[in-house]
C-alpha cells in the first residue's frame, strides 16, 4: 500500500535546530517498478509546538515551508499544510513534492480533495530524484491508476515541471542559498559572529554558523544532477583559527 501521507509528513526532514525537517526531465517517466513501499511508521505528528525560525525562510526556503507544513499538520490545518508543501516544492524540495502526492492521490486529509491525476504527477516530479522511496510510490500509485488518470496526469505533469522541476527549481533555490549565505561565509572567514533570529536565542561563531548552513544545503542539494551545486568554502573545512594560533574545537564552535 502506499505510504500514509500523515505519516509520511511527520518525518519531512528539517534538519537544523528546530523540529523535524536535480536533474531537468524532458519525458513522462515510465513505470519503474511494481513493487510497493512499506507502510509507514506511525509517528508523532502532534507537536503543537514546532517552531519554524522566519529568518531561514530567504537561506534555505524548502526547509523553512516543510517546518511550517509541519507545523501546520500539528494544528489540523491541512489547508495550510498544503500551501506550505506547495511553498517548499517550489524550492526544489522532493519530500515536499512527495508528501503532496501521497496527498492527493491517497485522499485521506481532511479538507484537501483527492485527486489522483494531480497526486501521480506530484510523484512524478518528485521520482526526478532517482531516490528508490520516491520511484517505489510513484510506480505504485501508477500501477493504481486508470488509463485516463494516467493521460491527465500527463498533461499535468507537462505544466507543474515548468515551475516546480529539478532543472527549474533546483537552480532557484541555489541561487538563493548561495546569495544569502555569502555575508555569513565572510564573516567567518574574519573570526566574526552572526546573530540569526530564531536560529539561536544569542548570537553565534560565524563559522559554525555557516558550517551548519552547508551541512544542510549540502543535504538538500546533493543528489541533483547536472546543476551547480554550492560547496562549503576550503576554508570552512577545518576549525578556524583563534588569536593565539591554535585551532579552536569544531564542537565548542557549534554550541
Known amino acids: 500500500m502506499l505510504k500514509r501521507s500523515i505519516g509520511v509528513l511527520g518525518a519531512l526532514a528539517v534538519g537544523l535546530i528546530f523540529a523535524g525537517s536535480a536533474a531537468g526531465?524532458?519525458?513522462?517517466?515510465?513505470?519503474?517498478?511494481?513493487?510497493?513501499?512499506?507502510?509507514?511508521?506511525?509517528?508523532?505528528?502532534?507537536?503543537?509546538?514546532?517552531?519554524?525560525?522566519?529568518?531561514?525562510?530567504?537561506?534555505?526556503?524548502?526547509d523553512y515551508y516543510g517546518c511550517e507544513a509541519r507545523a501546520a499538520l500539528g494544528h489540523d490545518n491541512h489547508k495550510k499544510m498544503v500551501d506550505m508543501l506547495e511553498e517548499s516544492a517550489y524550492w526544489a524540495n522532493k519530500d515536499a513534492q512527495y508528501v503532496l502526492g501521497l496527498t492527493y492521490f491517497n485522499g485521506d486529509m481532511d479538507d484537501v480533495p483527492q485527486n489522483r491525476p494531480l497526486g501521480l504527477a506530484w510523484l512524478a516530479l518528485a521520482a526526478e530524484r532517482k531516490k528508490p522511496q520516491y520511484q517505489l510510490a510513484y510506480a505504485e500509485a501508477r500501477s493504481k491508476a486508470t488509463p485516463e488518470e494516467i493521460r491527465q496526469a500527463v498533461v499535468l505533469w507537462r505544466q507543474?515541471?515548468?515551475?516546480?522541476?529539478?532543472?527549474?527549481?533546483?537552480?532557484?533555490?541555489?541561487?538563493?542559498?548561495?546569495h544569502a549565505i555569502e555575508p555569513i561565509d565572510e564573516s567567518a572567514k574574519d573570526g566574526g559572529i552572526v546573530y540569526i533570529h530564531g536560529f539561536s536565542p544569542y548570537s553565534q561563531?560565524?563559522?559554525?554558523?555557516?558550517?551548519?548552513?552547508?551541512?544542510?544545503?549540502?543535504?538538500?542539494?546533493?543528489?541533483?544532477?547536472?546543476?551547480?551545486?554550492?560547496?562549503?568554502?576550503?576554508?570552512?573545512?577545518?576549525?578556524?583559527?583563534?588569536?593565539?594560533?591554535?585551532?579552536?574545537?569544531g564542537s565548542s564552535q557549534s554550541q
Open 160 to 178: 507543474m515541471r515548468t515551475k516546480y522541476g529539478d532543472s527549474v527549481a533546483a537552480p532557484r533555490a541555489i541561487r538563493r542559498f548561495n
Open 25 to 62: 526531465q524532458t519525458s513522462w517517466p515510465a513505470d519503474a517498478s511494481s513493487s510497493a513501499p512499506s507502510d509507514a511508521t506511525q509517528v508523532d505528528v502532534q507537536n503543537k509546538d514546532i517552531y519554524c525560525p522566519t529568518a531561514l525562510e530567504p537561506i534555505l526556503p524548502g
Open 205 to 249: 561563531s560565524a563559522f559554525a554558523v555557516a558550517n551548519k548552513l552547508h551541512e544542510e544545503a549540502s543535504n538538500d542539494f546533493e543528489d541533483i544532477h547536472g546543476q551547480v551545486v554550492v560547496g562549503k568554502p576550503e576554508w570552512l573545512q577545518a576549525p578556524p583559527v583563534t588569536t593565539n594560533g591554535s585551532q579552536a574545537s
